[in-house]
């Protein structure tokens, strides 16, 4: 039916959308950034007086001029306080991509510095951003909630509280966060490990659907997330955005401010201050409570930077900590309890609401420091540093009697100090690249005093790797490849049962990738990416030996795991016409040697209860899907969307499916605008979701997979103009009509429903 579904709805917009092809029908596609720091400049106006076309640059300081006619032109760029581009171009059959810098009128030069190469896509792979309005929608929810607004991308929970983002059918160890360009590491192993990143610190969030070891490393063989928060200012002026949440589920409250601001001694030199927090009780299903499942988060940031046209640099500081309550009936006491709660499908413990959090539950704070600097060694070359220290701290408290039960379970510190130098270059003869050097430093121990054998020992990792990578743009047409070679050791050792069990190991292996765009005609873009990926095993999967308490479950390690090798190729066809846009977007992932966590049968009976046994495994792995995503405009003030995405996961050496795939899913809507004064907007949007009945299962499972649902969303949004500054206002209701139902990807969906109805009302006021 779903399937049905989106080939209905891709037929409906290629058909809606389709454009007669017109004489002047040149495209000049480019990018505006800041000359001092190349970051991209929004809201840049570029205009063809020749042709009296206009628009925009976007968030990215990217924008595309249609309709264009051969010939010489002249190119028009203004943006307030700083000096206006203006060039004269020649354009031909071949469509253009320029990038321009331009310079804030403070500074002294003598005249317009213009650099003409050519960077307007960050990577022929598949790209998805949240930024403007539908990430301030999203504010308030984790990370994983927000980026399921792009198409292929969905979340593995442990509840309601809990969320990892998953791309393509892949998560936690396969998928890199990087957070403000350095990448996140906790102990994202655990598939009941949500990142520890608040989505209020980005102005937008991006993902990368290709395999990219080469650019971030192994862990990155799946996807990428780029967590961005605003430029630094580099002028005497500044920001003030002040987030406001309320949501009548779990009674939760959010609120987040933010200031930035730049120097009026010093041109160049800017500054950011960051801090929210957020509280939540008890989570509601439509007919009951669920005991222990509040949450309590906050999070502070600070970055100061300076910007010349020669030199930038920039130091950052971000703190996370969240306490996240379990559900208290996925720690059964015995056997019989948990067979009949998983039979009964519901909590037996009749709960009332409460902020009050009690074991089992999860402490975990994370500290990180950025340091990065570059300098133009000539219009050309440029050279960049970067290195950041992260420290993590994971708390995991079980049900546990006496005094014992103020004690952690487990208790886990991690230090890492992430290092790396590399130089870009930018060649008018349509070639750039970047080549590097990059090193990983890991120390991760169990703090003592738990009363319980670690989980995973104690170990000390390092990761050196070099890379390069190219790319060439000319007229429509644009290539890139990239080489990585990674050298890893890891040294693990602890005791069990009075006996020092030691290990070493070492991995390395190299990665590739090749891809190209090529722009059809003025509408329409393919774009292809061949990459292969590798992923050593984690310490988790190859030395777990005992209770994972977050996880209320036995996990197995194997330490004769290999290493997981793919080979993955994305293909994506985007379509921007007048009044419809579509992006769709297909991938082939074959995986040897893929690690997944696989139910024995068996359970495990101690005196904190009665637990299932998990094991890893391995095995060659076939993934393959379909993502779509689509836009269409009825009139000005009326348009809907359209988005689904289909995956399949194949266990190719038994000829079965794997625990935890993603089933088809598809959400549509439709949304009138009304008022004609645009900074007083107000749109109102009825939305659902449909979720298939995962029918591909493993061979053994606790629990059939739960049948499909459909959920129905409505929300309002108002701008207007207060005090001279935006303020936006927004209501929505998720799961309008309270429908009970239970999310495949939910590790506790064999214990509980999913949150029922949901009202939400946010604030947003920038000054």
């Given at each position: 039916?779903?399937q049905?579904?989106?080939?209905?709805?891709?037929?409906?917009v290629?058909?809606?959308?389709?454009?007669?092809?017109?004489k002047?029908?040149l495209?000049?596609r480019?990018r505006?950034?800041?000359?001092?720091?190349?970051?991209p400049?929004?809201?840049?106006?570029?205009?063809?007086p020749?042709?009296?076309?206009?628009?925009?640059?976007?968030?990215?300081?990217?924008?595309a001029?249609?309709?264009?006619?051969p010939g010489?032109q002249?190119i028009q760029?203004?943006?307030i306080?700083?000096?206006?581009?203006k060039?004269?171009?020649?354009?031909?059959?071949?469509?253009s991509?320029?990038?321009f810098?331009?310079?804030?009128?403070?500074?002294?030069?003598?005249?317009?510095?213009v650099?003409?190469?050519?960077?307007?896509?960050?990577?022929?792979?598949?790209?998805?951003?949240?930024?403007?309005?539908?990430?301030?929608?999203?504010r308030?929810?984790s990370?994983?909630?927000?980026?399921?607004?792009?198409?292929g991308?969905?979340?593995?929970?442990?509840?309601n509280?809990?969320?990892?983002?998953?791309?393509?059918?892949?998560?936690s160890?396969?998928?890199?966060?990087?957070?403000n360009?350095?990448?996140?590491?906790?102990?994202?192993?655990?598939?009941?490990?949500?990142p520890?990143?608040?989505?209020?610190?980005?102005?937008?969030?991006?993902?990368?659907?290709?395999?990219?070891?080469?650019?971030?490393?192994?862990?990155?063989?799946?996807?990428?997330?780029?967590?961005?928060p605003?430029?630094?200012?580099?002028?005497?002026?500044?920001?003030?955005?002040?987030n406001?949440?309320?949501q009548?589920?779990?009674r939760?409250?959010n609120v987040?401010?933010s200031?930035?601001g730049?120097?009026?001694?010093?041109?160049?030199?800017?500054?950011?201050?960051?801090?929210?927090?957020?509280?939540?009780?008890?989570?509601?299903t439509?007919?009951?409570f669920?005991?222990n499942?509040g949450?309590?988060?906050?999070?502070?940031?600070?970055?100061?930077?300076?910007?010349?046209?020669?030199?930038?640099?920039?130091?950052?500081?971000?703190?996370?900590?969240?306490?996240?309550?379990?559900?208290?009936?996925?720690?059964?006491?015995?056997?019989?309890?948990?067979?009949?709660i998983?039979?009964?499908?519901?909590?037996?413990?009749?709960a009332?609401?409460t902020?009050?959090?009690?074991?089992?539950?999860?402490?975990?704070?994370?500290?990180?420091?950025?340091i990065?600097?570059?300098?133009?060694?000539?219009?050309?070359?440029?050279?960049?540093?970067?290195?950041?220290?992260q420290?993590?701290?994971r708390?995991?408290?079980?049900?546990?009697?006496?005094?014992l039960?103020?004690?952690?379970?487990?208790d886990l510190?991690?230090?890492?100090?992430?290092a790396?130098?590399f130089?870009e270059?930018?060649?008018?003869?349509?070639?750039?690249?970047?080549?590097?050097?990059h090193?990983?430093?890991?120390?991760?121990?169990?703090?003592?005093?738990?009363g319980v054998?670690p989980?995973?020992?104690?170990?000390?990792?390092?990761?050196?790797?070099v890379y390069?990578?190219?790319?060439?743009?000319?007229g429509p047409l644009e290539?890139?490849?990239?080489?990585?070679?990674?050298?890893?050791?890891?040294?693990?050792?602890?005791?069990?049962?009075?006996?020092?069990q030691?290990?070493?190991?070492?991995?390395?292996?190299?990665?590739?990738?090749?891809?190209?765009?090529?722009?059809l005609?003025?509408?329409?873009?393919f774009?292809?990416?061949?990459?292969?990926?590798?992923r050593?095993?984690?310490?988790?999967?190859?030395?777990?030996?005992g209770?994972?308490?977050?996880?209320?479950?036995?996990?197995?390690?194997?330490?004769?795991?290999?290493?997981?090798k793919?080979f993955?190729?994305?293909?994506?066809?985007?379509?921007?016409?007048?009044?419809?846009t579509?992006?769709?977007?297909g991938?082939?992932?074959?995986?040897?040697?893929y690690?997944?966590?696989?139910?024995?049968?068996?359970?495990?009976v101690s005196?904190?209860?009665t637990?299932?046994?998990y094991?890893?495994l391995?095995?060659d792995?076939?993934?393959?899907?379909v993502?779509?995503?689509?836009t269409?405009?009825?009139?000005?003030?009326?348009n809907?969307?359209?988005k689904?995405?289909i995956?399949?996961a194949?266990?190719?050496?038994?000829?079965?499916?794997?625990?935890?795939?993603p089933?088809?899913?598809?959400d549509?809507?439709?949304?009138?605008e009304?008022g004609?004064?645009?900074?007083?907007?107000?749109?109102?949007?009825l939305?659902?979701?449909?979720?298939?009945?995962?029918?591909?299962?493993?061979?053994?499972?606790?629990?059939?997979?739960?049948?499909?649902?459909?959920?129905?969303n409505?929300?309002f949004a108002?701008?207007?103009?207060?005090?001279?500054?935006?303020?936006?206002?927004?209501?929505?209701?998720?799961?309008?009509?309270?429908?009970e139902?239970?999310?495949y990807?939910?590790?506790?969906?064999?214990?509980?429903?999913?949150?029922?109805?949901?009202f939400?009302?946010?604030?947003?006021?920038?000054f």
């Amino acid at each position: 039916m779903i399937q049905k579904a989106i080939l209905l709805c891709l037929a409906m917009v290629v058909s809606l959308g389709t454009l007669k092809a017109q004489k002047c029908n040149l495209v000049l596609r480019g990018r505006v950034l800041h000359l001092e720091n190349n970051q991209p400049i929004e809201a840049a106006y570029v205009w063809i007086p020749e042709s009296s076309l206009g628009v925009a640059t976007d968030a990215n300081g990217n924008f595309a001029l249609r309709n264009l006619c051969p010939g010489q032109q002249t190119i028009q760029i203004t943006f307030i306080g700083h000096k206006e581009i203006k060039q004269s171009i020649v354009l031909s059959t071949g469509n253009s991509n320029l990038t321009f810098k331009m310079e804030e009128e403070a500074v002294a030069l003598k005249g317009v510095e213009v650099h003409g190469h050519r960077e307007a896509v960050q990577t022929t792979t598949a790209v998805s951003t949240l930024y403007g309005e539908a990430l301030l929608q999203s504010r308030g929810e984790s990370l994983g909630e927000s980026l399921k607004r792009v198409a292929g991308v969905t979340t593995f929970s442990t509840g309601n509280t809990i969320s990892k983002p998953v791309i393509h059918g892949l998560h936690s160890n396969r998928i890199l966060i990087l957070n403000n360009g350095i990448r996140l590491e906790g102990q994202q192993w655990g598939a009941e490990h949500a990142p520890e990143i608040d989505p209020f610190l980005a102005d937008e969030l991006t993902v990368v659907k290709g395999a990219e070891t080469v650019r971030y490393g192994p862990e990155a063989m799946g996807g990428v997330i780029l967590v961005n928060p605003p430029a630094l200012p580099t002028s005497d002026k500044s920001k003030t955005e002040i987030n406001l949440v309320g949501q009548s589920n779990g009674r939760a409250g959010n609120v987040a401010v933010s200031h930035s601001g730049g120097s009026g001694t010093v041109e160049g030199l800017g500054y950011r201050i960051q801090g929210a927090a957020r509280r939540a009780g008890n989570v509601r299903t439509p007919d009951y409570f669920q005991g222990n499942t509040g949450m309590a988060e906050g999070s502070a940031s600070a970055a100061i930077g300076y910007s010349s046209s020669k030199l930038g640099t920039e130091i950052y500081y971000s703190f996370f900590t969240t306490e996240l309550g379990i559900l208290r009936d996925s720690h059964t006491g015995n056997l019989s309890d948990l067979l009949e709660i998983i039979e009964n499908g519901a909590p037996f413990t009749q709960a009332n609401f409460t902020y009050t959090l009690n074991n089992p539950k999860q402490v975990v704070t994370h500290h990180l420091t950025k340091i990065k600097a570059h300098y133009h060694l000539n219009p050309s070359w440029k050279l960049n540093f970067q290195y950041g220290f992260q420290q993590n701290n994971r708390q995991e408290f079980d049900r546990r009697r006496g005094e014992l039960n103020t004690r952690p379970s487990l208790d886990l510190e991690l230090f890492t100090n992430t290092a790396e130098l590399f130089l870009e270059h930018n060649l008018k003869s349509h070639w750039t690249g970047s080549m590097g050097l990059h090193l990983i430093q890991q120390a991760n121990s169990n703090l003592p005093g738990t009363g319980v054998t670690p989980l995973i020992p104690n170990y000390d990792l390092i990761n050196a790797s070099v890379y390069l990578m190219e790319k060439y743009l000319k007229g429509p047409l644009e290539l890139e490849a990239g080489l990585r070679y990674d050298y890893r050791t890891l040294s693990a050792a602890r005791y069990i049962s009075n006996d020092l069990q030691e290990s070493n190991l070492t991995y390395q292996n190299g990665s590739a990738f090749l891809g190209g765009m090529y722009q059809l005609n003025s509408n329409l873009t393919f774009t292809s990416n061949l990459g292969t990926a590798w992923r050593p095993p984690n310490v988790n999967e190859l030395f777990s030996q005992g209770l994972h308490h977050g996880a209320a479950a036995v996990e197995i390690g194997n330490a004769d795991l290999a290493t997981e090798k793919s080979f993955k190729w994305v293909n994506s066809l985007e379509y921007e016409g007048k009044r419809a846009t579509l992006e769709l977007t297909g991938y082939t992932n074959q995986i040897q040697d893929y690690i997944f966590l696989n139910p024995t049968r068996q359970t495990f009976v101690s005196l904190r209860g009665t637990f299932n046994v998990y094991e890893y495994l391995q095995a060659d792995a076939f993934f393959y899907g379909v993502d779509l995503s689509g836009t269409y405009e009825f009139t000005d003030q009326f348009n809907g969307y359209a988005k689904g995405s289909i995956i399949r996961a194949k266990n190719t050496e038994s000829n079965s499916f794997f625990p935890f795939i993603p089933s088809d899913r598809m959400d549509w809507g439709l949304s009138y605008e009304f008022g004609t004064d645009p900074e007083r907007q107000n749109r109102l949007t009825l939305s659902q979701v449909l979720v298939a009945q995962q029918s591909r299962e493993p061979d053994f499972d606790l629990a059939p997979a739960p049948p499909g649902y459909t959920l129905v969303n409505l929300s309002f949004a108002k701008k207007i103009q207060l005090f001279q500054h935006d303020f936006s206002v927004s209501a929505q209701v998720n799961n309008l009509l309270n429908t009970e139902f239970k999310e495949y990807m939910n590790r506790f969906r064999y214990f509980t429903a999913d949150m029922g109805r949901n009202f939400q009302l946010k604030f947003n006021y920038q000054f």
